[in-house]
């Protein structure tokens, strides 16, 4: 079996955005590859799941356990949402590890980059970074029927096998701007809110923010005292609601 994550045409710049297709294989060629370390359990993902997951492999006296992260960094989520106001909507003390509590949390709602702060306390605290192949952007996944062993490709070439692998890559890890009729023409300067562009000055501009979901009602807010006119376009009436976090609870 075979399980391919393919670059769509559009995606954004930067990002291996996912589109899964599931094929059975021979195991000849699969076998043509092998021949090295054979783990217990194979990641994909090194976010809150996948650190989270090794955590309690080792637990349970599993391992032999490496995580495949095709970024530079750990976080997921927290690693590439750095946009104005970025936070999490639920309380801090929920949004973490009921075995790894932190009693330091800055604020109720606290920020990507104290999140993001608090994936790192994991690998350090829990030994991880050994675990960790960090530029490994898996693009195929592929059982060896024969061997009864997962292989999992990666776009540099490398081949790493395992006897589990876990899929933690991420429900929302591939941005990708939406299909609207002419995006391909905007002449302005165009931002996801998963790939933020620090570098960009907004003072003086006219912005147009699309969406009104968790993230927009946190950049709304940052962005409205930097720009000179400030527009939202929302298709569909959310079900927001006042966010305690700009209640500074
Ligand atoms: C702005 C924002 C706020 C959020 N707030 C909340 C909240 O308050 N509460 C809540 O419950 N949830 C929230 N979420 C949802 C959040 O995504 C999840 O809570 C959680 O962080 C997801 O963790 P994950 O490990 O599953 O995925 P991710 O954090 O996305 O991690 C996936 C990892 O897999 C890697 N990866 C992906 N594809 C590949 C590949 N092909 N090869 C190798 N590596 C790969 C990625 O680089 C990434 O590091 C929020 C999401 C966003 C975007």
């Known amino acids: 079996m075979t399980i391919e994550n393919r670059k769509p045409a559009k995606a954004l710049k930067g990002t291996t955005a996912a589109r899964t297709t599931v094929?059975?294989?021979?195991s000849k060629s699969a076998a043509a590859?092998?021949?090295?370390h054979v783990y217990d359990t194979l990641i994909i993902g090194a976010g809150f799941a996948g650190l989270g997951t090794a955590i309690k492999l080792r637990e349970a006296g599993v391992h032999s356990v490496a995580i495949l992260e095709r970024a530079a960094e750990v976080g997921g989520t927290w690693r590439d949402n750095q946009y104005l106001g970025a936070a999490c909507d639920i309380p801090s003390n929920l949004y973490s590890f009921s075995f790894a509590p932190n009693p330091n949390w800055s604020r109720s709602y606290s920020g990507s980059k104290e999140i993001?702060?608090?994936?790192?306390?994991?690998v350090d605290d829990f030994g991880l970074e050994k675990l960790i192949q960090y530029q490994q952007n898996v693009t195929r996944?592929?059982?060896d029927d024969a061997q009864g062993v997962w292989m999992i490709h990666t776009d540099n070439g490398q081949v790493w096998k395992?006897?589990?692998v876990i899929m933690a890559s991420g429900p929302l890890a591939n941005a990708s701007f939406p299909k609207i009729r002419g995006i391909e023409n905007f002449k302005g300067k165009k931002i996801h809110s998963a790939?933020?562009?620090?570098?960009?000055?907004f003072s003086g501009k006219r912005v147009a923010v699309i969406g009104t979901g968790a993230s927009a009602i946190q950049i709304i807010p940052e962005l409205v005292k930097k720009v000179d006119k400030l527009k939202v376009?929302?298709?569909t009436t959310c079900l927001g609601h006042a966010s305690a976090r700009f209640?500074?609870?």
């Open 162 to 164: 395992g006897k589990t």
């Open 116 to 122: 993001l702060g608090y994936v790192h306390s994991l």
């Open 247 to 249: 209640l500074d609870l």
């Open 23 to 26: 094929r059975r294989s021979s």
């Open 195 to 201: 790939q933020w562009d620090h570098d960009y000055d």
């Open 141 to 143: 996944v592929e059982l």
């Open 233 to 235: 376009f929302q298709r």
């Open 33 to 36: 590859k092998s021949g090295e």
